[in-house]
């Protein structure tokens, strides 16, 4: 085991005194740091044994009173001054407050060599070394023997906590929600104390941090393979398991979640396959039923809903490339697929609107179809980019088809297709025929201000070229390119059209 305070202040050839907290010499030293940086406490990983030569030691009561909490807070296990060097004078309340925490205060004779205790604290941690290196080949065997299946996370985290001789919890530093569906949630102390933070402070001003909350130690450190992954520890006894090996359980459960994240992809690019089938008419309703109930979503009673990100490449890599695994971590089967920089997820219809906008993050618009059938999932999805479209224009977050505000003047996608079909018809006709770039060129001068010269700019196309495109779209349409009505209509279409296009 590692050297106890008691032991270290009682080894003759060093000379050590203890100036205060006689209450903590039963704290084991894992390590023996000098550092001579303001924020001493910065630098502690649980269980060291701090040296400076004074300069980390702030000349005031106050000051001096703060150091020894945070210490404390972080795990340290004493602090040692250096003798007729750079210290301030220590103060009665810092002497005092030492004594309450507690935290042993260890006066380092001059011209003692900060070497030395570094020296024996390492001889007497040979034996601790040894209990490190089997128990680190313990954790990486519980690994081996784990399963890649995402129903074995739980019993691989209590495994580990066993051997740790700790509670465990990895949630997502985000939200505070267990990062697996199965996982154990924060203990009620925890939840309250860091609820506030969520989402604006990150829990762990470093990768691997020890706090003092309520009394007990908490450890937060990162879960190397996922960036939002916490690991939180909540050590049952002292001394606090070993830093090194905590180190190693994070990189377990890290590769155990990678397995994890590798089985679901597997299954993500299954589903995606089948809704582009689906939504193309290329599967028949009782084959539709068969595939989408492998992906544990009742065929009966879904919805599907569309999304979007602000910014046109806003998904790419970013948050809703990871909404079926968002999802999934929150207890939600769901299929789905990626087409035209929209997300098209298909779910339970029972699956509440606040776990959709919370899976797809705060940027995104959701536009959500009434509830279907799998079997009428082509008109599912034009109600849900209908109701996608609904919310942008109206700045929404979340849309219901038929619920809320109407969009442009509209009801339903039956209108808009309509009303599409009526004045771009004859445009769409026309190009099926020919070659040309008529829709694209009314987009274009739309979004240009009308102005001849900077369309032809945005299309490399001469002037007189885009002139003739518009006089072709009115003699097709019948409408007067120079009336303002037949601008709005013509814009309003070109929104339902490209909010519709799949």
Known sequence: MAITVAELVAEPQLGLTLLAGPAGTDNRITWAHTSDLPRLWEWVTGGELMMTNGLSIPADADGQVALAEALMDSGASALAIGEKMHAPPLTPEFLDACD????PLINIPYPLPFIAIA???????????????????????????????EDHWQSLVQRLATELDADLFVVDRRCLHPWHPDGQALPA??????????????????????HRIRGRHVLTMDIPTHANALLVVLPHNEPHPDAVVLLHAATVLGLQLSRIVLSLEGRHRLAGEFLLQAMDGRLGAAEMESRLAGFDVPPQGLLLASMTADGATADDGGRLANV???????????????????LHVVVSADVPDSVLVHCAGEDAAIGISAPAAVASIQRALQESLW??????????GLARYAEGPSWLGLTSFEEGTALVRRLLGPIFDYEQGQEG?????????????RSWQK????????????????????????????????????????????????
């Open 100 to 103: 309450k925490l507690p935290l």
């Open 119 to 149: 020296r024996s604290v390492a001889e007497s941690s040979l034996l601790e070394e040894s209990r490190r290196l089997r128990q680190t080949a313990r954790v990486y065997d519980l690994l081996r023997t784990a399963g890649a299946s």
């Open 189 to 210: 102390f925890l939840a309250e104390e860091w609820a506030p933070l969520s989402g604006h402070v990150s829990l762990a001003g470093k990768n691997f941090q020890w």
């Open 324 to 342: 079926h695994i968002e999802l999934w971590r929150h207890g939600v089967a769901s299929a789905s697929l990626k087409r035209n920089n929209r």
């Open 387 to 396: 109701a996608l479209g609904s919310a942008r224009a109206n700045g929404l």
């Open 437 to 449: 770039d008529l829709i694209l060129t009314l987009r274009t001068y739309l979004d240009s201000q």
């Open 455 to 502: 369309t032809a700019t945005a299309l490399f196309a001469h002037r007189q070229t885009i002139i003739y495109r518009m006089r072709k779209i009115g003699e097709l349409t019948g409408l007067d390119m120079g009336e303002t009505s037949t601008v709005a209509q013509l814009w309003f279409a070109l929104q339902i059209h490209e909010a519709m296009h799949q």
